[in-house]
């Protein structure tokens, strides 16, 4: 829709998704809505650190910043209250783009979110806190301004310009966008807030002694003051000299009190501060709502001094795999902020840590260049490296429980670094843990107990189990085995399925269970683990004579010399389709199945490399025949028979496709397979 312009002032409508959102926070009931000074805050927090590290990196700015801070102005009789700062301030495109729509990546995401969301609302659920979340996840707190507000203003000039501008909006699905050549530097956030009490249960937000809950509660730490204009009474009179004076005047005094302690809490003793504490300033730095899981402090003294406070997030960000997303932690150097997202500090298979780092030698002039050369920055990238792995480790040594969601939601994140980290790699095997072809338990002879009431899981370890590490399998191999096995595939189930597993079910060989995409790169690039190879179970040629449990080998020489026709003949009816066709040492209920020679891709890694765009030539695969199963036996003797027997090409090309099929790989031509399929019955 174009602009409809009033004077100077232009009318525009909001993007799709603020329109649904706006209208889901106005229209529904919170159970804290405290947390819109909260955002407010921690944006003027955010824009005073900029301003200050504008002023430092330009001194042409003109910015004074000897008295940076962020003011409260409540207005009980109006129903007001104006949050202001004098901090970077925004242009004019910067507020249409940051207000007046949603960031684009994670926009599909959102409209998802939003419809669960409605449905919740809906059906009568609480939707405060899929609100909340969507607020945290995709960094919209601003909007949260309407769960207490009928009308929205904000007032800004970016540090630098002549002019203003003034953004207001009811929330109804439009907006009003003008120039104020007035506004003073910063953002100003004027609300005309909703009736206190009523059915929302609202506090008063005009009233001192809320807003000092509020503030203690969740902003207290913030390092700029915090201040507002409160009534005093006046002090009693003396009795002398009061002739003349004014009673009224006298009855109240003006007082500008700080709000907030402004106590840095990375520079306070881990005793002195409260959970509560941490949480909100968690909150704080990753503009999320969840609880922090875990909350790591650091001190460095000494050739370079150093503190920093991380967090381990409850929840998963929902940029976590978006190539666009910002990672990093703050960068402060001597309690002066200098940047959000130092990506330099936390390596990429880290990003989803968050918190700060403060660093004492550092000049206040870095840029990310400098960091990226910078020897001292590398040593505190290292520390903090190994120190977020010792913190996930005790984690799952002492709460597994935890742990275990931990590595759901983050896990695949970890496992890049096994490919991109060489010196942390020792550490990251040791916390990482993955499925495996184990029993559990209560598992017995293929059966599996499942307590009453409850559903069973597919699969034989069950997707809830705690998964095992690779010392832990190595220290439960099997007489004989050297290597540890593998298997990779796109599910759980197509994996516990797959007939690669057969011979190493019928051994006792536990197999791990790759499912994650990460997996398919990372086995290659890691390659042993303390001088035991990492070994596909679907490629090269499997002997596991020797290995575990006494079992009967499926080929042998004999075997070998009676299929010599068959295996020949199959190699050249096949050979548009498969590289060769050989008997097989790992099938010990299938009739067939396809494996890789010892260096080839798995078809999943193909399946990634095309989707990213990626040219790959055609790559033919192994097929392995189970000399044992009644129907390659009765396809030999077919052959031996009669090679040229009507149908006999057909069952090849099935034998051919089931095999495919049956490793949940797919057919380069199902109609063609689904003809002879039917054909054939």
């Not at 969301?117 to 405060?128: F, K, L, V």
């Not at 260096?599 to 097929?623: H, N, W």
């Amino acid at each position: 829709m174009s602009p409809q312009t009033s004077g100077a002032a232009e009318t525009r409508e909001f993007q799709a998704e603020t329109r649904q959102l706006l209208d889901l926070m106005i229209h529904s009931i919170y159970s804290n809505p405290d947390t819109f000074l909260r955002e407010v805050i921690s944006n003027s927090s955010d824009a005073l650190d900029k301003v200050r590290l504008a002023a430092i990196q330009d001194s042409s700015l003109g910015v004074d910043t000897s008295d940076l801070h962020i003011e409260l102005i409540p207005d009980e009789q109006a129903r007001i209250l104006t949050i202001r700062d004098n901090g970077i301030g925004m242009s004019r495109d910067e507020v249409v783009d940051l207000i007046g729509t949603l960031a684009k990546s994670g926009t599909g995401q959102m409209r998802e979110a939003l419809a669960a969301a409605r449905a919740a609302q809906e059906a009568g659920e609480a939707s405060e806190q899929v609100t909340a979340d969507l607020i945290g996840q995709f960094g919209i707190g601003f909007y949260s301004t309407f769960m207490v507000a009928d009308e929205v203003t904000l007032v800004t000039r970016k540090a630098g310009e002549t002019t203003g501008t003034r953004w207001t909006s009811g929330g109804e699905g439009t907006y009003t966008i003008e120039e104020a050549p007035d506004a003073p530097q910063g953002t100003s956030v004027v609300l005309r807030l909703k009736p206190a009490g009523g059915d929302a249960a609202l506090p008063d937000y005009a009233a001192e002694s809320t807003l000092r809950r509020v503030v203690r509660t969740y902003s207290d730490f913030i390092s700029w003051p915090i201040r507002m204009e409160v009534q005093r009474p006046a002090p009693e009179p003396t009795g002398d000299d009061d002739e003349g004076n004014d009673p009224a005047a006298e009855s109240a005094l003006t007082e500008t009190v700080t709000l907030n302690s402004q106590k840095a809490l990375w520079t306070r003793p881990r005793s002195e501060v409260t959970d509560e504490e941490y949480a909100e300033f968690y909150r704080h730095v990753s503009h999320a709502w969840d609880e922090p899981l875990e909350t790591i402090t650091l001190k460095a003294e000494g050739t370079f001094e150093y503190q920093a406070l991380l967090f381990l997030p409850t929840q998963v960000p929902f940029d976590l795999f978006s190539p666009d997303a910002k990672r990093g932690v703050q960068l402060y150097v001597r309690r002066v902020f200098i940047m959000d997202d130092c990506e330099e500090l936390v390596p990429p298979f880290l990003r989803f840590v968050k918190g700060i780092v403060d660093a004492q030698d550092l000049s206040l002039n870095v840029s990310r260049e400098i960091l990226q050369q910078d020897r001292q920055v590398r040593a505190i990238r290292k520390r903090l490296v190994k120190r977020v792995l010792q913190t996930i480790e005790q984690l799952r040594t002492e709460r597994p429980e935890e742990f275990r969601s931990f590595w759901k939601n983050f896990g695949a994140v970890l496992k890049e670094g096994l490919i991109s980290d060489v010196d942390a790699r020792e550490q990251l095997l040791a916390v990482s843990t993955f499925a495996s072809t184990r029993p559990r338990p209560e598992e017995s002879d293929g059966v599996t107990e499942v307590p009453e009431g409850s559903e069973g899981t597919e699969g034989t370890g069950g997707e809830d189990e705690a998964g095992t590490t690779i010392a832990e399998y190595v220290s439960r191999m099997v007489e004989g085995q050297e290597e540890i096995y593998y298997l990779t595939g796109t599910s759980r189930a197509a994996v516990e399925n797959s007939p690669h597993l057969e011979a190493f079910r019928a051994r006792g060989v536990e197999v791990l269970v790759l499912t994650d995409p990460v997996d398919e790169v990372w086995v290659d690039a890691v390659g042993e683990v303390d001088g035991r190879r990492l070994r596909s179970v679907a490629k090269g040629d499997v002997d596991l004579s020797g290995i575990g449990a006494e079992g009967q080998d499926t080929t042998g020489e004999a075997d070998s010399a009676e299929f010599a026709g068959l295996l020949g003949w199959l190699g050249e009816e096949l050979a548009d389709e498969v590289k060769q066709v050989r008997l097989s040492h790992r099938l010990t209920e299938s009739a067939a199945c396809m494996v890789g020679d010892e260096f080839d891709m798995t078809p999943q890694l193909e399946a990634m490399y095309r989707a990213s765009g990626m040219e790959l030539p055609t790559s033919k695969r192994i097929l392995e025949l189970n000399p044992s199963h009644p129907l390659v036996e009765r396809l030999r003797t077919q052959h031996a028979e009669d090679p040229s027997a009507p149908g006999l090409a057909q069952s090849a090309r099935l034998l051919s496709g089931a095999a495919v099929l049956a490793e949940g790989g797919t057919l380069s031509d199902p109609a063609a397979f689904a003809r002879l399929l039917v054909d054939r019955i």
